[in-house]
């Protein structure tokens, strides 16, 4: 998807996380306008070195009984699907916040919880800009954003994606030195912690495969340093779409995959501009690759226009025989159709039933309750 627009916090319940939260407030972009503020880039190898990474905390207090993270424990890649402590393979299903420097109400303790308690999805992903305003701009402040959000999820027992949202520029080596820095700091903070995943690209694009692989096999071993044993989320080609949106398929991945254990591979679709193309690249690909749906939405690849809710349907009932987990884009409240909350919901405390929802929300709601 080519364009975004976002989220953060507010301050209510999980008192010990709320304080951290209001503290984070920094400048966003104009939600009435839905203009992306410029983006900040630099070559690579310009980035300041990494510093020292943050020491690992305590062993975390266990997950509430019956939420996802007390039924699945520590997962695991096994074979081509996502399994859980058991050995079982499992199917997470969720939502991806919009990045972390728009609309900063919308990923807090409150909305957090009707996630998990009213929505009952099993897992967020933190989507964390890496330009367009986000990480580069304030490294320090956005990695504290990360920080309280995976606390407040973990502390609902709700499984996190770290996502480390490259999208323009599509490179995703532009970014080498900020990626192992930022891996570094929060994988060794959150080593002991059991629910974490980490997407290490969002979106690569207008580069070939040889280039994603080799950034991953760069930053994986730095995760792998502090975290040994978390799953790890690799973006593929052509926006995540396993190079179909670039005139290929997913034989360049499975003739050269990455050369790391415990990874899955990352696939996204728009259900209003993509369908059989795509559905029959995913039933192929799953046959040998382990996938992860990071994002997907019920509009077109812009994120807006209309919903197609029947595309959208399809799409998920493959997913659920395959086995393959989803986030849907955007657990936000902007004037997009991705968006799941009406305007103006995450100025308030409420985000349960489905008064404050759009279509989309109140569709993948119903999805997740099922």
Not at 125 to 146: I, K, L, W
Not at 217 to 234: F, H, K, N, Y
Not at 290 to 305: A, C, H, K, N, Y
Request: glycine content about 8%; overall charge negative; hydrophobic content about 40%.
């Amino acid at each position: 998807m080519h364009r975004r627009a976002a989220l953060t916090s507010t301050a209510v319940a999980l008192a010990a996380l709320v304080a951290g939260w209001a503290a984070l407030t920094v400048p966003t972009a104009n939600a009435e306008t839905d203009a992306a503020p410029p983006a900040a880039t630099s070559p690579a190898g310009t980035a300041t070195p990494a510093p020292p990474p943050a020491p690992a905390t305590a062993t975390p207090a266990a997950a509430p009984a019956g939420s996802p993270v007390d039924r699945h424990g520590r997962l695991r890649v096994c074979g081509v699907h996502l399994c859980d402590a058991a050995g079982e393979p499992v199917q997470l299903r969720g939502m991806s916040s919009h990045g972390l420097q728009f609309f900063p109400d919308c990923l807090n303790p409150d909305s957090l919880a009707a996630l998990r308690t009213d929505w009952r999805a099993d897992f967020v992903r933190v989507a964390m800009y890496v330009q367009e305003g986000g990480f580069a701009t304030d490294p320090a402040g956005f990695t504290r954003r990360v920080d309280e959000a995976v606390q407040t999820a973990s502390a609902l027992g709700l499984y996190v994606v770290v996502d480390f949202h490259v999208l323009t520029p599509g490179d995703p080596l532009v970014n080498l030195d900020r990626a192992r820095s930022f891996f570094a700091e929060v994988a060794a903070r959150h080593a002991a912690r059991t629910n974490v995943l980490w997407e290490i690209a969002n979106e690569p694009n207008g580069v070939d495969w040889a280039t994603i692989k080799s950034y991953a096999e760069q930053v994986i071993p730095v995760i792998r340093a502090a975290d040994p044993d978390s799953v790890v989320l690799v973006g593929t080609r052509g926006f995540s779409s396993l190079g179909v949106s670039e005139g290929a398929d997913e034989t360049e991945v499975t003739d050269d995959p990455v050369d790391a254990g415990n990874i899955m591979y990352t696939f996204h679709f728009y259900a209003a501009s993509h369908r059989d193309l795509q559905r029959d690249t995913v039933t192929r690909a799953a046959r040998s690759l382990p996938l992860f749906v990071s994002e997907f939405g019920t509009q077109t690849f812009t994120g807006d226009g209309p919903n197609d809710l029947d595309s959208a349907t399809t799409w998920l009932d493959l997913l659920q025989r395959l086995k393959i987990s989803y986030s849907m884009w955007s657990y936000s409240d902007g004037p997009e159709s991705n968006a799941v909350f009406r305007r103006g919901t995450c100025a308030g405390t409420d985000f349960t039933g489905t008064a404050v929802l759009t279509e989309s929300g109140a569709f993948i709601r119903t999805r997740l309750r099922r």
